[in-house]
């Protein structure tokens, strides 16, 4: 199992600029979510999606799109990049467990700069 | 919406000796806890996680305690060695969901 991949790795943007970021897993996991990471400010919550066709926002959603057309992918949409989002964006799945909230697992991480 | 906090946001501790990290939480519907190692730009790992009908877990050097009366958490590091070193975050959860939030980090030196 390849576990969480996320793509790509390091990303420069202007400001204005909008791109995707890609996150796809293979544990058949139902839900996925995005964090940001900034510094002395640990992960915050953009959006998440406990399913195929469901997605929710967290903490910081603004500025950013989800969609979760299958259990796999679960994209990151910057729709007019901003110097606020440079960060450090994790892609993280989990399942339902029988005792209620699981682990997260983590991807690689993508390393965002907006210029 | 729950606000995680956690202390201290350093520590440095000579090696050998113990290791404690303490977090709050305002939720009382948080029912689950999990703490993260992070390594310098690699992503975070679980460590060690406790469920809220359950006051004290133990794995070898590492632990956590819950005092869901007070809404306070800790994670203890016993014996502690240079590859300890890393920054760890705690986290709660007040839903089944898994919704996390995170406090903002403890880095971790142990001092050969």
């Known amino acids: 199992n390849a576990g969480v991949t996320q793509t790509p790795k390091f990303q420069v943007l202007k400001t204005g600029q909008s791109m995707t970021l890609q996150c796809a897993q293979d544990m058949n996991h139902e839900y996925m979510s995005w964090y940001r990471q900034d510094p002395g400010m640990g992960l915050r919550l953009i959006h998440y999606s406990v399913g195929a066709g469901i997605t929710d926002q967290g903490e910081v959603p603004n500025g950013y799109n989800v969609s979760r057309s299958t259990t796999e992918d679960f994209p990151l949409r910057l729709l007019s990049a901003a110097p606020s989002q440079t960060s450090v964006y994790f892609c993280?799945?989990?399942?339902?467990?029988?005792?209620?909230?699981?682990?997260?697992?983590f991807g690689n991480g993508t390393r965002l700069t907006v210029t | 919406g729950e606000n995680v906090e956690q202390h201290p946001s350093t520590l440095s501790v000579q090696e050998g000796d113990s290791a404690v990290i303490k977090c709050t939480y305002s939720?009382?519907?948080?029912?689950?806890f999990p703490w993260y190692k992070q390594e310098l730009g690699k992503r975070p790992q679980l460590i060690i996680d406790?469920?809220?009908?359950?006051g004290e877990k133990k794995d070898q050097r590492i632990a956590v305690t819950l005092n869901k009366t007070a809404k306070h958490f800790s994670l203890h590091i016993t014996e502690t060695q240079p590859e300890d070193s890393a920054v760890y975050f705690c986290?709660?959860?007040?839903?089944?969901?898994?919704?996390?939030?995170f406090g903002s980090g403890t880095k971790l030196n142990v001092k050969p």
């Open positions: 939720d009382s519907a948080s029912n689950y």
């Open positions: 406790i469920r809220s009908n359950v």
């Open positions: 993280a799945s989990s399942t339902r467990g029988a005792s209620g909230n699981s682990p997260l697992h």
């Open positions: 986290a709660a959860s007040p839903n089944n969901f898994n919704k996390f939030y």
